[in-house]
């Protein structure tokens, strides 16, 4: 798709991190940006991609890792299988809190 179209502008790229971003003719420089944890890109074109990092899959990616140490047949097919068949329950976990980056 070619970045003069701006048939796109918003993305969102999925992986052990995600980072949700839109082009932009020009950076975002106010200060409420930086507060908020996004940052400028510089994109093809000329164009800026303000951007903003976020916990993805990291989280699963650390526990399926773990659990396949006790369960070789363990796949995320089985896991997500296993998931919807649980009874419903709540559970909280902040994902962007430092201590939690590190239980994995």
């Excluded at 970045?3 to 020009?26: A, K, N």
């Excluded at 997500?80 to 902040?94: D, N, Q, R, Y």
Aim: net charge negative; with cysteine; glycine share 6%.
């Amino acid at each position: 798709m070619s970045l003069d179209s701006r048939d796109w502008t918003r993305c969102l790229c999925t992986g052990t991190w995600f980072i949700l971003g839109m082009m932009r003719d020009r950076p975002l420089l106010d200060f409420r940006c930086y507060q908020n944890g996004f940052l400028n890109e510089i994109a093809a074109d000329g164009l800026t991609y303000l951007a903003h990092n976020m916990m993805g899959f990291y989280l699963l990616e650390g526990l399926v890792g773990r659990w396949k140490l006790t369960d070789s047949e363990l796949s995320y097919e089985v896991l997500m299988k296993e998931a919807a068949e649980s009874p419903e329950f709540f559970a909280l976990v902040e994902v962007n809190d430092s201590e939690t980056l590190f239980i994995i």
